[in-house]
Nanobody
């Protein structure tokens, strides 16, 4: 059974930084990603990373966010810098057991419970 346990999010001011983490119990061959959803909006792919280190980012976070993994710890990270109020939302850690980098939600069968990130202006 795949388990994804996200760290607690947080609240920061415009321009601040946060780091999210997600611990998983799955084997190494996987693609992991972060998605987010703001109230009243569709779920949005933020970033993904394959087991070969390939990364992909949405245009809205490119240059500000960095996705990484620590395979020894089975942990996924999302370093978020220069945060904006429009980054506010619930962030979800996801996983698929193939090495195929994507930020299409339909490709991910496993989802964490989500963690709230709030950026105030």
């Amino acid at each position: 059974q795949v388990q994804l346990v996200e760290s607690v999010g947080g609240s920061v001011q415009d321009g601040g930084s946060l780091r999210l983490s997600c611990v998983t119990s799955t084997p190494t061959l996987r693609t992991m990603a972060w998605f987010r959803q703001a109230p009243g909006k569709d779920r949005e792919g933020v970033a993904a990373i394959g087991s070969d280190g390939t990364t992909i980012y949405s245009d809205s976070v490119k240059g500000r966010f960095n996705i990484s993994t620590d395979n020894a710890k089975n942990t996924l990270y999302l370093q978020m810098n220069s945060l904006k109020p429009e980054d506010t939302g619930r962030y979800y850690c996801t996983l698929r057991v193939t090495n195929d980098c994507s930020i299409r939600a339909a490709m991910y069968p496993y989802w964490g419970q989500g963690t709230q990130v709030t950026v105030s202006s």
